[in-house]
T-cell receptor
Framework: DVKVTQSSRYLVKRTGEKVFLECVQD?????MFWYRQDPGLGLRLIYF???????EKGDIPEGYSVSREKKERFSLILESASTNQTSMYLC????????????FGPGTRLLVL | AQSVTQLGSHVSVSEGALVLLRCNYS??????LFWYVQYPNQGLQLLLK??????LVKGINGFEAEFKKSETSFHLTKPSAHMSDAAEYFC??????????????FGTGTQLKVEL
């Protein structure tokens, strides 16, 4: 079974703090993704990576950065957290084939006070 | 460019009744289509996917979906709802790697409620 794990299920941070969200997958997938999920808006892509050290902006990259130093690990960084970044963050991974099936982690619910 | 429209943000059915969740897509390439389910406080789990083989796709938990090119639809159905089906359902379309990385575009989701 594909396993995607995220470092925290729940996180509470203060405005202005630097926040790291980590994601690890164990299936040797080439692609990894970070989404945020908000009620009524579905899932919106923040960043994705199709190889180690490679990254591409998604639909809503402002206020976020990412790091992929190893194939299995993809980190999302909030340089200076703001209250409008309170959300559910989901990580996903997939093979580089064209089917595009993504496998998701359990999510991190982040509250910024 | 791809887009997905899910009609009805909330759907309520009685236990044992037919479940029908609607999804229409727009795609600049022949689409790959997906349905995912999300139970409370969990990530998304793949229910089924269409990748240009049979137009009627069977998934887990008794769900199926039919790809209709003429209607640009990929509606999800289940003949008889169970209480355990209560969850949020997302339809998604793949860019098939045209933009790099096999990105998925998701609909805004449909919350399914199952009543006794």
């Amino acid at each position: 079974d594909v396993k995607v794990t995220q470092s925290s299920r729940y996180l509470v941070k203060r405005t202005g703090e630097k926040v790291f969200l980590e994601c690890v997958q164990d299936m040797d997938h080439e692609n990894m993704f970070w989404y945020r999920q908000d009620p009524g808006l579905g899932l919106r892509l923040i960043y994705f990576s199709y190889d180690v050290k490679m990254k591409e902006k998604g639909d809503i990259p402002e206020g976020y950065s990412v790091s992929r130093e190893k194939k299995e690990r993809f980190s999302l960084i909030l340089e200076s957290a703001s209250t409008n970044q309170t959300s559910m963050y989901l990580c996903a991974s997939s093979f580089g084939d064209r089917s595009g099936t993504q496998y998701f982690g359990p999510g991190t619910r982040l509250l910024v006070l | 460019a791809q887009s997905v429209t899910q009609l009805g943000s909330h759907v309520s059915v009685s236990e044992g009744a037919l479940v029908l969740l609607r999804c229409n897509y727009s795609s600049s390439v022949p689409p790959y289509l997906f349905w995912y389910v999300q139970y409370p406080n969990q990530g998304l789990q793949l229910l089924l996917k269409y990748t240009s083989a049979a137009t009627l796709v069977k998934g887990i938990n008794g769900f199926e979906a039919e790809f209709k090119k003429s209607e640009t639809s990929f509606h999800l159905t289940k003949p008889s709802a169970h209480m355990s089906d209560a969850a949020e359902y997302f339809c998604a379309v793949s860019d098939r790697g045209t933009g790099g990385g096999n990105k998925l575009t998701f609909g805004t989701g449909t919350q399914l409620k199952v009543e006794l």
